[in-house]
């Protein structure tokens, strides 16, 4: 357990429907990474937060999908209008520096899985 | 820009055997490097990085490597493989000073330990 965790740990849900994952970070870390990693291949960075503020996003990241952490505590995600191209494990990780070497602690993941 | 590449979809060695998974990056910045291993149905957990300073990384559980950079290199090494190795390994590489903290993730090696 790294101390990241992430709800729900598992989702179904049918095409064009909204959801929304959560993810609570280590308490103070102020770096928080969202990723999507799909069968076989590595996570693929979506975007992410140092405290409260979202500083960078991936092109690949549609516009049905929103990211928001108030208070640079606790991270939303949100994926809109659901495609059968979204399943795929949503990964979250928080980092407590501000240096580029410093470990990412990854949560267990969410499954989303579009029917 | 910065990219991973990671030789081996999949290494199987014999319990007790060396192990050698292979990462060759690029970077327009001096990288911080990394060796991630994610078990089944586990969370990303860190097994070693190179942030500027040795060359020669000694990561948990047994496992080191070794930063190159004349070769772009960071090849994860064990002398005596166990069971429980046997996992997904993802190296990654994230620009130092002056770059993105964004990191990019190789696609992943399978590792497989036969008894």
């Known amino acids: 357990d790294t101390g990241v965790s992430q709800d729900p740990r598992h989702k179904i849900t049918k095409r064009g429907q909204n959801v929304t994952f959560r993810c609570d970070p280590i308490?103070?870390?102020?770096?928080l990474y969202w990723y999507r990693q799909t069968l076989g291949q590595g996570p693929e960075f979506l975007t992410y937060?140092?405290?409260?503020?979202?500083?960078?996003k991936s092109r690949l990241l549609s516009d049905r999908f929103s990211a928001e952490r108030p208070k640079g505590s606790f991270s939303t995600l949100e994926i809109q209008r659901t495609e059968q191209g979204d399943s795929a494990m949503y990964l979250c990780?928080?980092?407590?520096?501000?240096?580029?070497?410093?470990?990412?602690?990854f949560g267990p993941g969410t499954r989303l899985t579009v029917l | 820009a910065q990219s991973v590449t990671q030789l081996d979809s999949h290494v199987s060695v014999s319990e007790g055997t060396p192990v050698l998974l292979r990462c060759n990056y690029s970077?327009?910045?001096?990288?911080?490097l990394f060796w991630y291993v994610q078990h089944p149905n586990k969370g990303l957990q860190l097994l070693l990085k190179?942030?500027?300073?040795?060359?020669l990384v000694k990561g948990i559980n047994g496992f080191e490597a070794e930063f190159k950079k004349s070769e772009t290199s960071f090849h994860l090494t064990k002398p005596s493989a166990h069971m429980s190795d046997a996992a997904e390994y993802f190296c990654?590489?994230?620009?130092?000073?002056?770059?993105?903290?964004?990191?990019?993730f190789g696609r992943g090696t399978s590792l497989i330990v036969h008894p």
């Open positions: 990780a928080s980092v407590a520096g501000a240096s580029g070497g410093d470990e990412q602690f």
């Open positions: 308490s103070e870390h102020n770096r």
């Open positions: 937060f140092q405290n409260e503020a979202q500083l960078e």
């Open positions: 970077s327009s910045y001096s990288p911080s």
């Open positions: 190179y942030t500027s300073a040795a060359t």
């Open positions: 990654v590489v994230r620009a130092g000073s002056g770059g993105s903290y964004i990191p990019t």
